[in-house]
Nanobody, 121 residues
Framework: QVQLVETGGGLVQPGGSLRLSCAAS????????MNWYRQAPGKQRELVAT???????NYADSVKGRFTISRDNAKNTVYLQMNSLKPEDTAVYYC???????????????WGQGTQVTVSS
């Protein structure tokens, strides 16, 4: 059984920093691109950042220059370093990826349980 477990959320003042982690565990053959999404109250879930298995990254315009996504393939873990946080970054953050558990099986999509990030003074 594959699981994604996120850690690192919390309360931070505007201008502060947080680092989120998301570790995949279970029977894993291959992990594809890893993503961070967020969902603020009353809003749709939005894609924040993506990192491919080769390390290519992409960011939403709203977080470019402030957030950095990275991954450790040996640990099956993706990170989101968030700097210069703003109140509008307040949301539940979710990690997401596609994982193939056996080479002869198709990949499935997995989501973490979500971690709350609150930016407030």
């Amino acid at each position: 059984q594959v699981q994604l477990v996120e850690t690192g959320g919390g309360l931070v003042q505007p201008g502060g920093s947080l680092r989120l982690s998301c570790a995949a565990s279970g029977s894993i053959y291959r992990i594809y691109a890893m993503n961070w999404y967020r969902q603020a109250p009353g809003k749709q879930r939005e894609l924040v950042a993506t990192v491919t298995s080769g390390g290519t990254t992409n960011y939403a315009d709203s977080v470019k220059g402030r957030f950095t996504i990275s991954r450790d393939n040996a640990k099956n873990t993706v990170y989101l370093q968030m700097n210069s946080l703003k109140p509008e970054d307040t949301a539940v953050y979710y990690c997401n990826t596609k994982i193939r558990v056996r080479p002869w099986l198709y990949e499935n999509t997995y989501w973490g349980q979500g971690t709350q990030v609150t930016v407030s003074s």
